[in-house]
């Protein structure tokens, strides 16, 4: 080895999806000219415990990818310049000011991609572009994705953020209904080795069962799996609690005289027979018994629920059917069942910023509630597209792909089309900021510190971890916090105002760990601050989930109150299905892979070589009803669009069903993704539909969509 030449070991965390774990990285080379020549699992990390999936290995192709984009660039008569930061930061600012002064604040929206929440930079700083923009126009992945759970928790437990986990690590009974954590690594339950973790429940004499209109990775080591109709989990869900009523299941716990509005729960569900449940999941009766029956025989037991169910026309009351189960149960609260972590930074309790609120305003066209500040994204492209007092002018999207990722995505291309201004914080070129006027191009993550501010308020066991960078930024970059603090001043000047820029995160952090449950001062033996993070590069072991829900309450009158009015009143519009139009016959579900997260992994090679992972997967009894073969290319229509997708044979998926994985897509003109552009496939979203929505939220519909598969002529 070369004398000059150095090899550094790196600890830190994997920032690519929920599992958040830990790594062991080493790089070689001279100086500043250091390359990756391992990434591995840190068995020395206690949550994560050496275990890594394929994502952590691209790490190295997302650092060194040539496509990155690492400086301003300016479009200019159809053509990308490369500006500097200055320039960048005060064209965009002159353009807001006209727009906002012309049309109004809320003519320009922004939109927070799912990236965003694995970069602590954008989560802290974020407000200072929304408060430089003054808009009411906000809109997130929140809405494609798990707002459900959110609602829920608000008017549960009076904060959108105290949302209850399962107790993996002791639970003895799991039901997961609509979620396939081997693929996903867990989603809205941060469980890093999640596949060793439900084995160990079989290991201790427990169970756990998969609900869901396919047989994933996740239902082929389960105890059992139950096919259930795309969209019928609300029926299973509210007969379940209807059942537990009527046969004396509900269960006194340490809760229980907390509770409100018991009488009005079990009234409205009492129209949920077993025979009706059974007809519309198809589900058989006995089967949907013995499911109950072993739930709630089992005090340490826990119903999860995820995308499948959040994202369907029922998702909100579906997350507060969970709830209701659980807390039924006395689930909630005690170790083995759904527990809410405690974080050492952004705590959840009683004063906690951010609870929450709702339908405080609504979308200008179709009147769409907000939730937390944010209005639902199945609108954002009627709002830009609509004439009128209102319309949207200009879009900030920050780290988001929504061409790809929200519903009737090929509406929301020619809506971008329209706007006056559009502004992308974003590192490539991709198939929405393609339509950028001006991209803002973010250091790496491997660039940067980071701490997991979201996730651990998710875990499944208490820990803390603080990332510190890998390598050097390289100069003239920027990290997304320094990008965000300048432009808010920018534009706040342009408009006559003056903002003051927003201290670095890693200070942010220190003072939220000295604020937290295991501060010095709040006399914790643990006595965190970022000093001692750093010099604990594998992290922190604060051990299992803690009970203390009732200290935690952050309702008005520290009660939890289960008659929720607005989905009660939902409950008594429910309408039984009764069967499937004659041109959409089949029903649309997603699916999710372990080397993937959304649209914003698939340029990079590691992740998408091998076997193509975008066909659409059709049971063989429909094949040979619908006179198709195995591997032909085949229309695949809905309401709002038309793809070509390659079909194939699958007995995974339930006669009736059809499934296509999300965030692919790569064939829009404009596009110099290398890998991408090889690996296109076709977009979901293209077929998923902007007008049907979850009544309650707005949340999108990316479930149990109608649809029909056809020869093409």
Not at 96 to 104: F, H, L, M, N, P
Request: glycine fraction near 8%; aromatic fraction near 6%.
């Amino acid at each position: 080895m070369n004398e000059q030449t150095i090899r550094t070991t790196h600890y830190r965390a994997c920032h690519l999806c929920e599992a958040i774990c830990g790594l062991k990285i080493e790089t070689e080379g001279v100086q500043q000219e250091q390359r990756i020549i391992s990434i591995k699992g840190d068995e020395h990390d206690p949550f994560s415990r050496g275990h890594i999936c394929p994502k952590a290995i691209a790490l190295q192709d997302m650092h060194d990818d040539p496509d990155r984009l690492k400086l301003p660039v300016k479009k200019v008569d159809g053509a990308w310049q490369q500006i500097s930061w200055e320039q960048a930061f005060d064209e965009i600012a002159q353009i807001v000011a006209e727009i906002q002064g012309r049309e109004g604040n809320d003519s320009l929206a922004v939109y927070a991609g799912n990236p965003n929440v694995h970069n602590y930079g954008n989560l802290t700083h974020g407000r200072m572009l929304r408060k430089a923009l003054g808009t009411k126009q906000n809109y997130s992945a929140t809405s494609l994705d798990q707002l459900p759970h959110h609602f829920a928790a608000y008017f549960l437990y009076g904060h959108q953020f105290l949302i209850p986990v399962p107790d993996i690590d002791r639970t003895k009974f799991m039901v997961i209904m609509g979620g396939n954590p081997l693929a996903s690594n867990g989603s809205m339950m941060t469980v890093p080795d999640v596949k060793k973790r439900l084995k160990s429940i079989q290991e201790r004499g427990g169970k756990f069962v998969v609900i869901d209109p396919r047989r994933t990775e996740t239902a082929d080591i389960a105890d059992s799996h139950l096919f259930i109709k795309p969209g019928t989990d609300i029926f299973l869900l509210l007969g379940m609690i209807n059942y537990m009523f009527n046969n004396e299941r509900v269960r006194d716990g340490h809760l229980t005289n907390v509770f409100d509005g018991l009488a009005e729960v079990e009234q409205s569900v009492a129209g949920f027979s077993l025979a009706i449940v059974s007809a519309q999941t198809g589900i058989p009766a006995n089967q949907l018994i013995d499911l109950f029956d072993a739930f709630c025989a089992q005090p340490e037991s826990v119903f999860y629920g995820r995308m499948g169910v959040s994202v369907q026309q029922h998702g909100s009351l579906c997350q507060w059917a969970i709830q209701v189960i659980n807390l039924l149960n006395g689930s909630v609260d005690v170790p083995g069942g759904a527990m809410v972590p405690s974080s050492a930074i952004a705590y959840v309790q009683p004063g906690e910023p951010g609870s929450g609120h709702y339908n405080l305003f609504q979308t200008r066209v179709r009147g769409l509630p907000e939730f937390g500040g944010e209005l639902p994204v199945s609108a954002l492209a009627e709002e830009m597209l609509t004439p009128g007092e209102g319309q949207l002018k200009a879009l900030f999207t920050l780290a988001g792909n929504p061409v790809l990722s929200s519903p009737n995505g090929r509406q929301l291309d020619q809506a971008l089309e329209k706007l006056d201004l559009m502004v992308s914080l974003d590192f490539y070129i991709n198939e929405t900021t393609q339509h950028a006027d001006y991209i803002l191009p973010p250091t790496a993550a491997l660039e940067h510190d980071h701490y997991d501010i979201a996730f651990h308020r998710l875990a499944v066991r208490d820990t803390a971890r603080f990332n510190e960078p890998v390598f050097e930024p390289e100069a003239g970059t920027k990290h997304d916090w320094e990008i965000l603090n300048g432009l808010s001043i920018a534009i706040a000047a342009a408009k006559g105002q003056s903002l003051r820029a927003m201290p670095a995160p890693d200070i942010l952090m220190d003072m939220g760990l000295q604020m937290g449950p295991y501060s010095k001062k709040a006399g914790s033996e643990h006595a965190l601050n970022l000093a001692k993070l750093k010099a604990n590069p594998h992290g922190i072991d604060l051990g299992p989930l803690k009970e203390g829900l009732l200290k935690r309450l952050c309702t008005e009158n520290k009660r939890i109150n289960l008659a929720v009015e607005i989905l009660l009143s939902a409950i008594n519009k429910i309408a039984l299905d009764s069967g499937h139009e004659l041109d959409f016959p089949l029903t649309l579900i997603g699916r999710r892979h372990v080397r993937s997260n959304n649209s914003w992994m698939h340029n990079y090679h590691r992740l998408v070589k091998g076997k193509p992972r975008h066909h659409c997967f059709v049971h063989s009894s429909d094949l040979n009803a619908l006179n198709l073969v195995d591997g032909e290319e085949v229309i695949l229509r809905s309401r709002v669009n038309e793809i070509k997708v390659q079909i194939e044979m699958s007995d995974e998926v339930m006669p009736g069903v059809v499934c296509l994985p999300h965030g692919w897509g790569h064939d829009r003109q404009g596009i110099k993704l290398e890998v991408a552009e090889r690996h296109a496939g076709v977009s979901f979203n293209d077929v998923s539909d902007d007008q049907a929505c979850d009544p309650v939220t707005g949340n999108a519909i990316l479930n149990g969509i109608p649809c029909g598969l056809y020869k093409l002529n």
